[in-house]
């Protein structure tokens, strides 16, 4: 029995002693195991993967230094390289590609828009008054001593017609005016003196405000008709084709059926006719219009152009590029006019438009193209009171815009044209004849009495003048026709 006891007692310390040296238990409760806690309360034996302190001294952070020394744990406001390579660095690329971080030498554009381009804008005409022997590119700033405006000759058609809106050069170096006569649309053909060779009224028709010769030897010439007989009958747009002694190829009315509609000015494109002017004004609003035709007056697209309750287009320019600007005013129709011009694809969708404010109301009656390539719109400002110039870029951003207010007052340029001397002649209301320079500014000015509603330059640079007519009222004056020159060209 004691022997047993003993037996016992050996088993036991026994096992006492090897459980003894298993040794003390680690982080995972191991008796002798290696696990141990790091400074993140992480238990593993694996050392290679214990945290460590971030820059910022937090163990387990996140925060880490950028290039420029800077430490947190936002990436995205880490610092990048500059255009140097400099981490931080100002330096930054102009528009002409240089880096650095000095703002004051940063390359700029010359007077064509181009970065760092020399060119020097002025003009270099040695014979012009106003040379710039420093200029690289001739801006149509030029100006001459053109001497004394003289009158060559004058001619009036008083036994033809009551009024004259529109006159144009032909090929044949003569003249094609456009008017009426005892209300009904009348065409002049003239030869290069001004002597009549044919005239031709047209009686179903009311006026006509522009023609222009057409690719056939013939003419082409819009207006409006209104049968002020009958009640309930309104204007309509009135289109005629002649050949070259005015007798009729075809004639087309088009419009809405219980509103004013009338065409103001047309363009033959290829074989067809593009014809601008105002639709559906009932009294209160209206509506700008640009319409296709046929080469046999047959509508093939139209479209309307509105910015507030009236709109209306007295003019428009086939531009170098093959679109149409159109120029007339936007506003109310018995209130404040805003100048507008607008700038069409060749198919008539709108590229951009621009109402323009000046001075009291404004308005457009003729518009050309710039040397710039921009274009210039010609009409009144001041409200009805002054004369107006206004240039616009070719994307309809604007460049320069005078409202001449000048005693006595005027009514408005009807009609612009380029100058080969530089800058621009144009003709107002009162048959003053201006010449002012590329920035509007007036060079010279002279009243020639006789003409008002259009003006052109001839090879080797004698000036036409001619038709008279009030722009907004059907009544005007006598047709006429004159021929001017500078003394000194």
């Known amino acids: 029995m004691h022997t047993e006891k003993y037996f016992i007692l050996i088993i036991c310390f026994f096992i006492w002693t090897c459980s003894q040296d298993d040794g003390p238990e680690d982080c995972l409760g191991v008796a002798g195991g290696s696990a141990e806690l790091d400074s993140c309360g992480v238990c593993d034996d694996d050392p290679a993967n214990d945290c460590t302190q971030d820059c910022a001294g937090i163990w387990g952070g996140g925060a880490l230094l950028d290039d420029c020394e800077t430490c947190d744990d936002d990436p ?49 005409d040695p014979e012009a008054i106003n040379f710039n022997e420093l200029a690289t590119f001739d801006d149509g700033s030029c100006q001459y001593d053109v001497g004394e405006l003289n009158v060559q000759w004058v001619k009036t058609y008083e036994d033809i017609g009551d009024e004259s809106w529109c006159v144009r050069q032909v090929s044949d170096g003569g003249f ?23 005239h031709q009224t047209y009686e179903n028709s009311t006026a006509l405000y522009s023609a222009r010769e057409t690719s056939d030897g013939g003419f082409i010439a819009v207006g409006y008709y209104e049968c002020d007989t009958l009640p309930g009958c309104y204007p309509d747009i009135y289109l005629l084709k002649t050949d070259g002694s005015g007798t009729i190829d075809w004639e087309k009315y088009d419009g809405t059926s219980d509103n004013n509609d009338w065409a103001r000015d047309v363009i033959q494109t290829q074989d067809d006719f593009v014809v601008t002017g105002t639709w559906n004004d009932n009294g209160n609003n209206s509506k700008a219009m640009l319409r296709k035709y046929s080469s046999t007056g047959e509508l093939i697209w139209d479209e309307i152009y509105s910015s507030s309750a009236a709109n209306e287009i007295n003019s428009m320019l086939e531009t170098s590029d093959g679109d149409f600007i159109l120029a007339g005013y936007t506003g109310t129709q018995h209130g404040d006019y805003k100048a507008l011009l607008i700038k069409t694809d060749p198919s008539g969708q709108q590229i951009w438009k621009k109402n323009i404010q ?36 070719a994307n309809g951003g604007g460049v320069w815009n005078d409202c001449h207010v000048v005693e006595p007052s005027v009514s408005g340029y009807y009609d612009i044209t380029p100058s080969s001397n530089g800058g621009y002649y144009l003709i107002d209301d009162n048959s003053v004849f201006t010449w002012v320079n590329a920035q509007g500014e007036i060079i010279f000015s002279q009243d020639i009495e006789y003409a008002n509603m259009s003006i052109m330059e001839l090879d080797g640079g004698d000036i036409v003048v001619g038709g008279y007519g009030f722009i907004d009222g059907n009544s005007g004056g006598t047709p006429a026709l004159m021929r001017l020159s500078f003394s000194n060209q």
């Not at 094609?176 to 044919?198: F, H, Q, R």
Request: some cysteine.
């Open 76 to 124: 995205s406001n880490d610092c990048t390289e500059d255009c140097a390579g400099v981490p931080g660095g100002n330096a930054v690329l102009d528009s002409c590609g240089v880096c650095d971080d000095d703002t004051t030498n940063d390359c700029t554009q010359d007077c064509l828009g181009i970065w760092g381009g020399n060119d020097i804008c002025g003009c270099t």
């Open 358 to 393: 000046s001075i009291g109301s404004t308005e457009l009656y003729a518009v050309c193209e710039s040397p710039s390539g921009g274009y210039v719109g010609a009409g009144y400002c001041n409200s009805w009171r002054s004369n107006y110039l206004v240039e616009r870029n």
């Open 176 to 198: 094609i005016i456009a008017g009426a006569s005892n209300y009904m649309g009348l065409l002049i053909k003239t030869d290069s003196g001004g002597d009549v060779e044919w």
